[in-house]
């Protein structure tokens, strides 16, 4: 993996993807947690992506499971379904991206 301290080659809008994951959440279609649980994962997903940007996706989840579990007592969202937001935020800010 990259160190995080070198230059991103990826990059998102933070804000945009939040805005775009409440707006999931309002409408019922993100589960049943409160949105902040969902933010603190999408919030780390981020991180991750961003401070990794040479790495597969196995090597993301890997990073992203670390996380996880490091901060776990905190979060109310089980990993199974932690890591399928996670992947579709990734994928998400991956579209957003090839559209601008």
């Known amino acids: 993996m990259q ?15 939040m805005a775009y994951w409440r707006s999931v959440h309002a409408i019922g279609r993100l589960g049943h947690h409160d949105f902040d649980q969902y933010r ?10 961003l401070a990794w940007p040479r790495a597969s996706e196995e090597q993301l989840y890997r990073a ?9 007592p905190a979060l109310a969202v089980p990993w199974d379904e932690a890591r399928w937001l996670v992947r579709h ?3 998400h ?3 957003a991206q090839s559209l601008h």
């Open 3 to 17: 160190n995080p301290h070198t230059a991103s080659l990826r990059s998102l809008d933070v804000d945009a993807e």
């Open 40 to 49: 603190r994962l999408l919030q780390m997903g981020f991180e991750v992506y």
């Open 64 to 72: 992203l499971q670390d996380s996880y579990h490091r901060h776990a």
């Open 89 to 91: 935020a990734w994928h």
């Open 93 to 95: 800010a991956e579209q």
